[in-house]
Each structure stands twice: as structure tokens, then as C-alpha cells.
């Protein structure tokens, strides 16, 4: 069973950065896809970057392109979305979740493990 920790959410003002980082009990072909997702109150979850761990491939929301950043340290087994120019809309409970199957995707319901989330508070 993959376990995935996040950490790094917090309070920011708005034009902000952050740097969330996903910790992964493994890094095998259960973890060859890691993604970041965000929820906000009310919302539906959604994908914001993803990235092949074996390969370093990576694909961006159009809503964050620019300002978010998904990256990987293999030898830490730890997956970061570092958030440029945070926004008052970026404010969200953020997740890491990992998937197995060949693909990169931001689709919710393609990822098979997910982490408890970190919340991302950001003020105006």
C-alpha cells in the first residue's frame, strides 16, 4: 500500500509563493505517475500538474501554467508543486495522489492513491 504525505501548505498573501512537497513510501511502478490536486469549499476536486517519475515528463494545468511548477528529488521519493504568484482563488486543500497505469492525465478518478492533503490559504 502506497503512502503519500504532503507538507509545505500554508497561509500566504496573494503574489506569494509556496513550495508543497509530497513524501511517497515508495517509488516503484505504483508511483510512476504522481499528480497534485486542489479542492476548494464547495468546489470539485481538480488537477493541476502531474509528472512521470521514471521519465521527469510533466503536464500543467492551463489554470496554473506559468505559476506552478511540478518537480521530483528521486532520491527522496518526493514529488513539489512550487506556486508562484499565488492567487485568493488558489486557496484549496491540496492532495498528491499517485497512480500505476501509462499516461500522463489530471482526471481525478485515474489515481489510485491519495495523500491527506495540505491546506493552501491564500489572502487578498
Keep these: 500500500q502506497v503512502q503519500l504525505v504532503e507538507s509545505g501548505g500554508g497561509s500566504v498573501q496573494a ?16 508511483t510512476q505517475y504522481m499528480g497534485w490536486f486542489r479542492q476548494a469549499p464547495g468546489k470539485e476536486r481538480e488537477g493541476i500538474a502531474t509528472l512521470n517519475t521514471a521519465t521527469g515528463r510533466t ?3 492551463d489554470s496554473v501554467k506559468g ?18 504568484s499565488l492567487k485568493p482563488e488558489d486557496t484549496a486543500m491540496y492532495y498528491c495522489a499517485a497512480r500505476t497505469q501509462w499516461g500522463l492525465t489530471l482526471r481525478v478518478d485515474e489515481y489510485t492513491y491519495w495523500g491527506q492533503g495540505t491546506q493552501v490559504t491564500v489572502s487578498s
Design 59 to 61: 503536464a500543467t494545468a
Design 67 to 84: 505559476r506552478f511548477t511540478i518537480s521530483q528529488d528521486k532520491a527522496k521519493n518526493t514529488v513539489y508543486l512550487k506556486m508562484n
Design 15 to 30: 503574489g506569494g509563493s509556496l513550495r508543497l512537497s509530497c513524501a511517497a513510501s515508495e517509488y516503484t511502478s505504483s
